[in-house]
């Protein structure tokens, strides 16, 4: 069974500046997909990133982009010029890419971001 | 174009009481699936529907259950309530079972008491 860590419970970031957010998984599987999404406390899950693991490219969405390491199993997120919207719980997920029957999402516990003004 | 919507957005409930959760996906999805988010928790995998069927299973007992309808919303269907049942219940819809990405609704909040 694929598992998602993310150590970090929280972090703190100054508006602006720039904050890596960490995760860790661990599978069997060789191709997957990876995201991160971001859950403010309007409870919405947004969708921030998403990364196919047959891809060498590190996934870029404008501020958000990640850090991906095959070989290490590990994927970062990075937020460049933090700001104040962006104070929210960031989770981790993995999802294989088998067909069928392995659609579901594996998410880690969550890291909570805060941004200072 | 709306998005994924859930009903109701609270609900109190008390132990050994039945609830029925119920969500519409976005337009031109046609699975759903149901995640169970406890309090500072990743969300949990239940269950998936597509093409009115269950698809898969997470690690959840009997007394969740589901059903979709064949305009392809759904409804999560808790028995017997436990005071562990208390979450935040999330919808996602995506336009193929198979397809990489899912949307969320903005969820229910459940209260055993």
């Known amino acids: 069974a694929q598992t998602v860590t993310q150590s970090q419970p929280e972090m703190s970031v100054q508006e602006a500046e720039t904050v890596t957010l960490s995760c860790t998984y661990d599978?069997?599987?060789?191709?997957?997909?990876l995201f991160w999404y971001k859950q403010p406390p309007s409870r919405q899950m947004i969708l921030v990133i998403r990364?196919?693991?047959?891809?060498?490219q590190n996934a870029t969405e404008n501020r958000f982009s990640v850090n991906f390491q095959k070989a290490a199993k590990s994927f970062s997120l990075k937020i460049s010029d933090s700001q104040l919207g962006d104070a929210a719980m960031y989770f981790c997920?993995?999802?294989?890419?088998?067909?069928?029957?392995?659609?579901?999402?594996?998410f880690g516990k969550g890291i909570t971001l805060s941004v200072r003004p | 174009d709306a998005g994924v919507t859930q009903s109701p957005t609270h609900l109190i409930k008390t132990r050994g009481q039945q609830v029925t959760l119920r969500c519409s996906p976005k337009?031109?999805?046609?699975?759903v699936s149901w995640y169970q988010q406890a309090l500072g928790q990743g969300p949990q995998f239940i269950f998936q529907?597509?093409?009115?069927?269950?698809?898969q299973r997470g690690n959840f007992p009997d007394r969740f259950s589901g059903h979709q309808f064949p305009n392809y919303s759904s409804e999560l269907n808790v028995n017997a309530l436990l005071l562990g049942d208390s979450a935040l219940y999330l919808c996602?819809?995506?336009?193929?079972?198979?397809?990489?990405?899912?949307?969320f609704g903005p969820g229910t909040r459940l209260t055993v008491l």
């Open positions: 337009s031109g999805h046609d699975t």
């Open positions: 997920a993995y999802r294989s890419i088998k067909r069928g029957a392995n659609s579901k999402l594996t």
């Open positions: 996602a819809s995506s336009w193929d079972r198979d397809t990489d990405t899912q949307y």
């Open positions: 990364q196919e693991a047959y891809k060498q």
């Open positions: 599978t069997s599987e060789s191709d997957y997909y």
């Open positions: 529907y597509y093409e009115e069927e269950e698809r």
